[in-house]
């Protein structure tokens, strides 16, 4: 194998001590710009619902490594990761061939803080999510963790057109037939997804429907107050700031792994 070609055969290259060096065993690509891919589950690797990793691929002495949130609940037997292709990408541009049967590398040490523990409990709990930002979110709403600690569950995601919803929607919409969570998520789990550049059924930022009051007017759901309402950001730096200032005009006060609050925010895949 060339040292740089796409990822098919066995690693080229030794793997280092950190990283684990798992099997491709589902690739399916909803749009030219994404895909989702699952891997095989070490058994010594644990994470938290929400927490990120950093994968790479087998194909060069020192590989490129990228953060990504695990999509995947925390009791799956497989890994599974949404990903963009971006085409000069250093690692996308090479995992957006990938095989089953190929190899892709983890590093051991998941972390991040769109988790459980880094929020006070409440009633609702709003995940708000733009593009592959959806992914920890995907990975929350299958674990039965989220509804013993929270009534009701709302999943938000813009995007600029609609076949970038088709992953998150298909995801929900089988979400029910879950052996696991599938009662829980009955008339709790509220999926509102909104495109900005092409026509929809909802359409707008956000943060435009929030702050306007339309997302309010659409849903039947109260404004969202520090009472009864936590949050967990995530998408790109611009999102990230903007969401975050309108929840902190909302009341809400951001908290982190080891000082609890009512929102959360994933810092990981910017900057
Ligand atoms: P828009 O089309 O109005 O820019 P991107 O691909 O640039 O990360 O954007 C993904 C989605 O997030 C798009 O629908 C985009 O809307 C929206 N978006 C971009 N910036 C913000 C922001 N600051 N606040 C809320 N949504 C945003």
Known sequence: TEPDAAPSGPPAFPIPDNVFAEKVVLVEHFTDRLFRFRITRPASFRFRSGEFVLIGLP???????????????????EIEFYSIKVP?????????????????????????TLVHDALVPGKRLYLLSTGTGVAPFASLIR????????EEVILVQTCREVGELTYITHLVTDLVNDPLVGEMVEGRLK?????????????????????????????GLPHISPAKDRAMICGSMAMLK????????????????????????ERAFVG
């Open 59 to 77: 194909n060069a002495e020192r590989p490129v490594f990228r953060a990504y949130s695990v999509a995947s609940p925390a009791w799956d037997e």
């Open 88 to 112: 000069d990408g250093p690692l996308t541009e090479h995992l957006q061939k990938i095989k089953p049967g190929d190899t892709v590398l983890m590093r051991k040490k998941p972390t991040g």
């Open 143 to 150: 674990d039965p963790e989220t509804y013993e600690k929270f």
């Open 191 to 219: 999926l509102f997804t909104t495109t900005t550049r092409e026509p929809f059924e909802r359409m707008g930022r956000i943060t435009d429907l929030m702050i306007g009051g339309t997302f309010f007017e659409q849903t």
């Open 242 to 265: 903007d969401t975050k200032a309108m929840l902190e005009g909302f009341g809400l006060i951001e908290g982190a792994n080891n000082a609890p609050a009512t929102f959360v925010i």
